[in-house]
C-alpha cells in the first residue's frame, strides 16, 4: 500500500470514496448532459471517461483502507490437505506469513491506541450477537449466526485465539520457507498448550519423510494423531516404518538402549548418567558407574549382551557373574579347578571357619574362588575388578548403589523390560530389535511414544537412555561415516543389531567373541540427515542433550525440538546457564503465541529497534497587548511528528 505522506493513516474514515463518488456523479453528468456544461457532445463523453478514471484511483484507495480496517477484525482461515503440502528438496514449506519490517511495526502501534479502538474492535451489532448468541443455542438461529462462511457477517473467529491485529497489518502473505541447509542449525519451536506445536511437527516432519530422508519422531504424550501422521506419511512414500511405544508394547519394535557401543564405558555412563551428580551424590554416581562398568566388562566378557536387566541382576547379586566369570577365564586350567574344589571341601569340613567376614553367608563356589586367587594370584584386570567388588559387605554395598537401583527398576518393571532388554536368541518373540545404524541403513521412519501421561518417570529415563544412545551412534557417524566394507566381529557392535538370530547364535558359540567392532574405514563422504523431531523435549533434557545439539549437526542430525516456555527447560537441567546453553544451540527459531515475557524476549531481543512516529497536534492562540499594531491575537495550528525508537514487534 503505497504511502505518500510522512505518516500512513489508515486508522480513519476512508474518505478517497467519497471523492471517488463525487467524481463519478460528475462524469455520468458530463456523459448525459453535456450541454449542461457548455460541452460538446463528443468532448463531453471524453471529459466523462477521464473524469472516471479518476474516480476509479480514488475509489481503490478508499476499498484498500477499508479492506485493510477489515483484515484488522479477522483472523484468515488456512487449511491445507496433507497431500498438497508442497515438498522440496531445497526448502521446508512452514506455511503462510510476511517479513515483519518497519512498516508492520508503525502499524502494531497505531492499533494500540485508543482513538483507533473503533477501527480494530468488532461493531456495537457484533457484539451484541455475541453477547447473546447463549439464548439461542437450542434454535436453528444460533447454527446460523456460527456458521463458518464468508457470508456470514457474525462469522466467529478460528478456534485457538490470537491477536487478530498481528497478522491483520499485512494484506499480502506469502509462503514461507526454510532453506534446508539453515537446518543443520537445529531448530526450536515454542508455543504454549494448543496453539499448533503439534501441526507443525507433522507439517515438518511430513516434508522430511517424503524427502526420502531418516526421520525420527520422540513424543513424549504419545499423541494418537503424530503417530497416525507419521505411519501414513511413511506408507505413503513407501518407507520402512518403526513404532516404539511403551504404551503399546505388544505392536511395538524391542529396543536396547545399551546393547550397541563403540567403547565399553558407554554402557555404565548411559546407565548412571541420569543419576543425580549435584553436591555429595557425585560419590555416589561415580561409584555407581565404576560398579557397573566393571559389571558391563564381564557380562560381555562371558559373550552375553548387555542390557537393562542383566545389569539390575548382577548389581543386586554380584557372586553368580563372579563365578561364570571365573569358570570361563579358568577353563582347561585343572590345577585352578582342583584348587578350587578342594578349598570348598576344606570349608564345608571345617563349617566356614577360615572364611574371612567379607565372605561370609556368600556363595561357597565364590568363596573357593576368591580364597584361591588370595593365595595363588592369577587371575586379569576384569576378574580383580570383580574381586573388588565382593570385598565389600553386603548392607554397606547396598547403602552404596541405593541411588542406582531405583533407575533400574523404572526400566525392568511389566512389560517395559521386554522392550527395553530383548533376548536376541528367543524364536518365541519376532517383534523387531530396533537401532540407530539399522533406522539409517534402511533409511526408515521411526515414532517413539513414551506414553508419559500415564508414567513421567519411566518416560524420561527411557527417553534419556535413548538419546544418549542416539548420541553415541551419531558421535561414531561423525568419525567413520554409515559404515564399513566388513562387518564387526562382536555380537552388538555398533553396526549390527540388524543381523538374525541364526548370526548371533553362531557368533556367541565362537570362542572369544566380545561386544564392539572393528576399526571402521573412514567415510569422509557426505552424510545422510537424520531428522529428530523431539516434541516437549523439556521432559527429554539432560547431560546428554547439550552435546547432541551442540556437535551433532557434523554427522549429519538435525534436530527440531518443541517445547512451551524456556522455564520448562531451566526446571529440567536444573540452572538458567545450562538452559541458556541448551537455547543457544538453536540457530533457528520458531515462535507460536507464548505467555512468559522471559520465552518472548529470546525472540524480542534478537530483533533490531525500529523509529516508531507519532502525530501529534498542537493548537494555540495570543491576544495582543499593542493597540497601535492592528493585530488583535495570533494563532498557530501545527501537526508535529515525533520519532521514538522501539523494537519490531
Known sequence: MANDHPIEALLRPPVELNAGGIVAGCAYLAWVGPHWFLLTPSVGQGAAIALMLVSLYWIARGVKVV???RNLKRLKRFTMAERDVPVSPNFLYLGKGFRWGERHTQR?????RTKSQRYVQPNAVVRWVRNNESRWESGFLYNVLRADSALNPFRPLPEGGGLTTLHG???NEQDVRLPLGDRTGHTLVLGTTRVGKSVSLLLMARQDILRGEVVIVI???GDADILKGIERAAKEADREFFMFHLGFPESSVRYNAIGNFNRITEVASRTTGQLSGEG???VFREFAWRFVNIVARAITAI???????SILKHVTNIDDLVVAYAGQHFEGDRDFQMNVNKMRKNNQESNNAGVPRHLEGRHEELVAIEMVLTQTGGGNEILAGLRSATKYERTYFDKIVASLLPLLEKLTTGKTAQLLSPDYLSDDDGREILTWSKVVKQNAVVYIGLDALSDAAVAAAVGNSMLADLVSFTGERYKRGDGSESPPTGVMGAHQTDWDTDDAKTLLATEGNHVGHEAMTPQPSMLSRINLHADEVNELMGDEFIPMVNKGGGSGLQVTAYTQTLADVEVKVGSLAKSQQVTGNFNNLIMFRVKGMETARLLT?????????????LAGYTDSSDVNSGVEFQSRHEDRVTTTQSTTM
Not at 502494531?108 to 494500540?112: G, I, K, N, P, W
Not at 559373550?303 to 536387566?309: F, L, M, R, S
Not at 531481543?605 to 497536534?617: F, M
Open 67 to 69: 479492506r485493510y480496517q
Open 280 to 282: 555429595n551424590s557425585a
Open 169 to 171: 497489518v499485512e494484506m
Open 303 to 309: 559373550g552375553e549382551v548387555p542390557n537393562y536387566e
Open 219 to 221: 513424543d513424549p504424550k
Open 605 to 617: 531481543d534478537q530483533l533490531p529497534e525500529v523509529a516508531v512516529e507519532t502525530l501529534t497536534w
Open 108 to 112: 502494531l502501534h497505531d492499533t494500540r
